[in-house]
């Protein structure tokens, strides 16, 4: 192979791995990313079509030729995601192309820079360099523009340093919140130089207050949980773990928030919701639609008849629900039965299954420490006419203790409890861990969900049989990943 075919497939490795690695985790992909070796005409980096069956095709390119010119080749995949993710993609891909190893210009491909020779290469110095591109390019897409976007990142380059500092011994939370919308007098103090001094990390915790910043890192005002937003949407969904529903009502428009915990994590959050955690060394990308777009299925094909606006309302508490127990860090697990599932295989899922909804004494043969159990929950779930509340219609923190709890919790598409805290018959050699052994389990009920105590995600579910399906398909299918 020539010097050229070396290039040629060197620089469409590389593109994969960046659309494998970078990209896909912000969408929610169906199948695999295949490459195109052809070239062809095209005008953006990413685009969304719909194939004849109905299916949304994304493609992306390495370049955006001028005109009469050519991409030597692209990627493409199958994609549940909507159009509207069109924006971040390009604006985090545009990014990281100016990075890369190799570069198409005009249909050739040419070696822009070198992260070290042949044997020696500094691969940990090119993944640090396409992080940072990573992070330029998902902070101007978050912000109006790409200067605005600036702004933005390096605030979050001060969170990040104070995230391994302390103060006093003790570890430093923040809550900022930067209205893009907005300029400060001149001779307002620029709070993205003050983040500097020791002195900022008592003003601000990101629960019960927060800084108001203009576009420019500037101060403009003091938050606290009784300041009303600018712009009041009492009926908006926020999607935030609760602990930060104050903060959140704030950042609409082009407004965003930033959330720095004593645990180090960072939250931005854009529209009244999550939209990027930093855990670890990686950004994770939060989407109401992702889970709304694999959820909704189970109930619509569930046979119980439900209101579209009663189906949005039970998936909404569902995922704010795993966005606060992934942010509390104590784990948990939730199932959701389908109503066509057989008593006696519900039974043999859940070890030790008890029917809150049920009324009477607890079950025989069941330890004391869960009849304890049981009480306090009927006690804690009971209504004023003496009924056992839905699983949709308790307090949100109670939702989150009640998913804390040591095993799982179990309810059925109306939201009766089946059990809370209870244990999973697992098959012997599962792999990956106890809840997720647990969670796939589950999942041959209908959903089963993990929350990992790091905060991770994921979720299962029995494949749902379409209208013009031959037969019922029993296969096992993750439906959806926040890690």
């Not at 629900?321 to 959701?336: E, K, N, P, W």
């Amino acid at each position: 192979m020539d010097d050229l075919s070396n290039r040629w497939k060197a620089a469409q490795d590389e593109f994969c791995e960046i659309i494998n690695t970078y990209i896909l985790p912000l969408l929610n992909p169906r199948g695999r990313l295949s490459l195109k070796p052809q070239r062809c005409q095209n005008k953006e980096l990413v685009t969304f079509t719909e194939n004849e069956d109905g299916k949304m095709i994304v493609s992306f390119y390495p370049c955006v030729p001028p005109a009469g010119g050519y991409s030597p080749f692209y990627c493409e995949i199958g994609a549940y995601s909507t159009e509207s993710m069109k924006k971040p993609l390009t604006a985090i891909l545009r990014e990281i192309l100016k990075v890369t190893e190799y570069r198409c210009i005009n249909g050739q491909i040419r070696k822009q820079r070198d992260y070290g020779i042949t044997s020696r290469r500094q691969k940990e110095y090119k993944k640090r360099t396409l992080n940072l591109a990573f992070e330029v390019g998902m902070c101007s897409w978050i912000a109006p523009d790409y200067d605005t976007g600036i702004t933005l990142y390096s605030i979050i380059c001060r969170m990040l340093d104070w995230s391994g500092r302390t103060y006093e011994g003790k570890a430093v939370p923040f809550g900022i919140v930067i209205d893009f919308n907005s300029k400060a007098e001149p001779e307002a103090v620029s709070y993205l130089q003050f983040l500097e001094n020791n002195s900022s990390a008592v003003f601000s915790d990101g629960v019960f207050s927060g800084i108001l910043l203009d576009r420019h890192g500037k101060l403009l005002s003091f938050l606290t949980r009784n300041t009303p937003p600018a712009e009041i949407r009492d009926r908006e969904e926020i999607f935030v773990p609760y602990n930060y529903t104050d903060i959140a009502r704030h950042c609409y428009n082009n407004t965003v928030g930033i959330i720095v915990p004593a645990n180090g994590e960072i939250l931005l959050i854009k529209d009244r919701a999550l939209c990027f955690a930093k855990r670890g060394s990686k950004w994770v990308y939060f989407d109401w639609s992702r889970v709304y777009s694999k959820l909704r299925p189970y109930f619509v094909k569930s046979g119980v008849k439900l209101e579209n606006r009663e189906i949005d309302r039970k998936i909404k508490i569902i995922y704010s629900t795993l966005l606060d127990v992934s942010f509390s860090h104590t784990g948990g697990c939730l199932a959701i039965v389908l109503p066509d599932v057989p008593e006696k295989e519900i039974s043999k899922v859940i070890q030790d299954r008890f029917d809150l909804s049920l009324a009477g004494a607890p079950p025989s043969g069941i330890s004391k420490e869960s009849k304890e159990k049981i009480e306090v929950l009927k006690y804690l779930l009971t209504n004023k006419d003496n009924i056992i509340r839905s699983f949709f219609d308790i307090d949100k923190e109670l939702r989150k203790e009640i998913l804390s709890l040591d095993g799982a919790t179990v309810v059925s598409l109306d939201g009766s409890f089946y059990c809370a805290g209870s244990i999973v018959s697992v098959p012997g050699g599962s792999s990956g861990g106890g809840r997720t052994a647990a969670a796939k389990r589950l999942a041959q009920l209908g959903v089963g969900i993990k929350i990992s105590e790091d905060g991770y995600i994921e979720a299962y579910g029995q494949s749902i049989k379409t209208d013009n399906a031959k037969q019922s398909d029993s296969r096992l299918i993750q439906l959806f990943t926040f890690k």
